[in-house]
């Protein structure tokens, strides 16, 4: 089974620049999350999509960062302008849909990460 | 904001010791789960206690999770030095009908280093 793909791994930008990161989640996932991990730090979870809605995106930064699932499938994650504070690894999870029981709903699956780097 | 702390920050050991992570937390949960993240690389989802479990094994991992105390302890026997790693515990939230949220609050982590 194919796992969460992310692109681009890696990604320097310099503030003020804007910057796009894609996310394909898990066939048949219909909950996919956006964290963002600064160095040194745990993921904080940007936004919660299941399906094509949000669930919770109270942590994110709406004056810059924008983030969409169209067709409920693959999302993309946008900052724009980027700051320099805005460096750190982005990470895209997906699991089965959240709230409901059954063995392994609970479990996040998460891909390699986006590393940006604004100078 | 970050609800979970490990002790310690980090553990330096040798290969064959036992290897021992806690975590507290503050809110009330559904479940409590653990992750593994080597360098540079994204997580992996390692074990998950429910907030009616004490303990859990799996393989070389076992869990213990106290609600009174809301804590919970990562124990790995006989590590080996492909354990070196940052380990997070994340605790995922009770919705209104007390399922999971699937809202993860992640702590700093702990990292191990497991020298051969």
């Known amino acids: 089974e194919a796992g969460v793909a992310q692109s681009p791994r890696y990604k320097i930008i310099e503030k003020r620049q804007s910057v796009a990161f894609w996310c394909n989640p898990i066939?048949?996932?219909?909950?996919l999350y956006w964290y963002q991990q600064i160095l040194g730090q745990g993921p904080k979870l940007l936004i919660q999509?299941?399906?094509?809605?949000?669930?919770?995106d109270s942590q994110l930064p709406k004056d810059r960062f924008s983030a969409e699932r169209l067709k409920g499938v693959d999302s993309t994650l946008k900052i724009q302008p980027a700051k320099l504070e805005d460096s750190a690894v982005y990470l895209c999870?997906?699991?089965?849909?959240?709230?409901?029981?059954?063995?392994?709903?609970?479990?996040?699956?998460f891909g390699p990460g986006t590393r940006l780097l604004v100078l | 904001s970050q609800q979970g702390e490990e002790d310690p920050q980090a553990l330096s050991i040798q290969e064959g010791e036992n290897a021992t992570m806690n975590c507290s937390y503050k809110?009330?949960?559904?479940?409590l789960q653990w992750y593994r993240q080597n360098s540079g690389r994204g997580l992996v989802h390692l074990i998950l206690?429910?907030?009616?479990?004490r303990e859990k094994h799996s393989g070389r991992l076992r869990v213990t999770l106290d609600t009174s105390k809301k804590s919970s302890s990562l124990l790995i026997t006989a590590s080996r030095a492909a354990d070196t790693a940052s380990y997070f515990c994340?605790?995922?939230?009770?919705?209104?009908?007390?399922?999971?949220?699937?809202?993860?609050?992640f702590g700093q982590g702990t990292i191990l280093t497991v020298h051969p």
């Open positions: 066939s048949g996932h219909a909950t």
């Open positions: 999870a997906s699991s089965l849909p959240s709230g409901g029981v059954g063995a392994g709903r609970e479990t996040q699956y």
């Open positions: 994340a605790t995922d939230p009770p919705n209104a009908g007390g399922t999971s949220y699937g809202k993860l609050t």
């Open positions: 999509f299941q399906n094509n809605g949000v669930v919770d």
């Open positions: 206690i429910r907030s009616n479990e």
């Open positions: 809110t009330s949960i559904n479940n």
